[in-house]
């Protein structure tokens, strides 16, 4: 097992796995400790069976620069194959500033591929490289050193089978005319803004039921600091505080480290220093914020009418499709996708592109009277009305 540790051997690897068709890749990293993932280990190969065409590359080896491997990713004649690829493309965005072109993830293309929904890779090495892996390495230190040979085949494990894997999902793709559709599907991990974080956005993952403008206004400012701060120090943003202290906060509205103190969910590193100033500036913002600069939520949606009924339909719909082209369900359209569709809303993501093709237009005709459904057997057929 070959562990490249130096510029010069990375290059090396990197250029001969430029004269090939594609080159699989998987990283391992760690996260629990910081806001940025630690890369700690790279794997790479290329089709054939010598130890030479599958490689670890140790990015945490002293001097060791990964251009060579970024300037590999951004090679148009070479496919780049990932299983589950958004982490491991969201470190080499953030690291390296580079988005591996042209992609393939083999979990999107098994998915169009009707092997389930967010298929793991395990089944596939079962299904489909008819073999198995090791699991005993899985909960690795992977930024401890020196790795033990059976944590280095555990990891080049993640890109030999993946070869096998994505060479046959790529024919059948080929086969079935849908390999669109998976380039459809990865346009959105292709684009490096999925990957961008804006502290000024933060606030909109946070659940709250108290949506009043005020204390939205005083979320927003607390939400941006502690992204900001997470972001800067490197650390979990619930290192700095939770969600449910940000929203006991902005309800509260401090005023100074004494008001801190009383916070009931707030950590105790919280309440004094950078972080208590932090807090305090980002109240006395909020407090600040007119009322036509509060931030407004997206309720256009909430005014529409399901109408259950249809929706159940539209369900059945669904399901008779994704079993007719084999494509798992949910790539298709989630639950709240039927609901909008039932509810009158045409800006949904399962009536454009190759979903529209699969399920939106006949959903439309449904919606319209123009289609139905009747049971044969244990069959759902769809027929003209």
């Known amino acids: 097992m070959i562990t490249i540790t130096t510029t010069e051997e990375l290059n090396a690897f990197c250029t001969r796995a430029s004269t090939h068709p594609y080159v699989t890749v998987d990283t391992e990293f760690l996260r629990e400790r910081t806001y940025y993932s630690k890369l700690c280990l ?53 690291d390296g500033d580079v988005i591996p072109a042209p992609l393939f993830d083999t979990q999107v293309a098994a998915m169009v591929c009707g092997f389930g929904e967010q298929v793991g890779y395990e089944t596939l090495v079962r299904k489909i490289a008819k073999s198995s892996i090791d699991k005993s390495s899985r909960f690795t230190d992977w930024s401890r050193r020196p790795l033990t040979d059976q944590q280095k085949a555990y990891a080049l494990a993640d890109v030999t089978h993946l070869r096998v894997i994505y060479e046959h999902l790529a024919g059948e793709l080929a086969r079935t005319g849908r390999t669109a559709w998976v380039e459809e599907e990865l346009s959105i991990l292709s684009d490096p803004e999925t990957y961008r974080v804006r502290p000024e956005d933060a606030w909109k993952r946070v659940k709250t039921r108290t949506q009043t403008g005020k204390f939205m206004a005083i979320l927003r400012e607390l939400a941006a600091f502690r992204e900001e701060y997470a972001q800067t120090n490197n650390v979990p943003r619930n290192r700095v505080f939770k969600d449910d202290a940000m929203v006991e906060l902005a309800s509260t509205k401090p005023q100074s480290e004494k008001d801190l103190s009383r916070a009931r969910l707030l950590l105790r590193e919280a309440r004094k220093g950078e972080i208590a100033d932090g807090i305090l500036a980002a109240v006395k913002r909020g407090m600040a914020i007119e009322p036509a600069d509060y931030p407004q939520l997206d309720r256009s949606r909430e005014k529409l009418q399901v109408n259950p009924a249809l929706a159940d339909l539209l369900r059945v719909l669904l399901k008779a499709k994704a079993e007719t082209a084999g494509v798992a369900q949910k790539l298709i359209a989630t639950s709240s996708d039927l609901d909008l569709i039932a509810a009158g809303d045409r800006d949904v993501q399962a009536l454009s592109g190759w979903r529209a093709k699969v399920f939106g237009r006949d959903a439309l005709r449904m919606v319209d009277g123009r289609l139905g459904l009747k049971a044969q057997g244990s069959d759902v057929v769809v027929f003209e009305l």
């Open 42 to 94: 790279i794997q790479l190969a290329v089709p054939g069976k010598d130890e030479a065409d599958a490689v670890l590359v140790d990015p945490l080896a002293k001097g060791l620069s990964l251009e060579p491997l970024y300037e590999l990713f951004r090679d148009p004649g070479v496919v780049k194959v990932f299983h589950a690829a958004r982490q491991d493309l969201e470190i080499f965005c953030i």
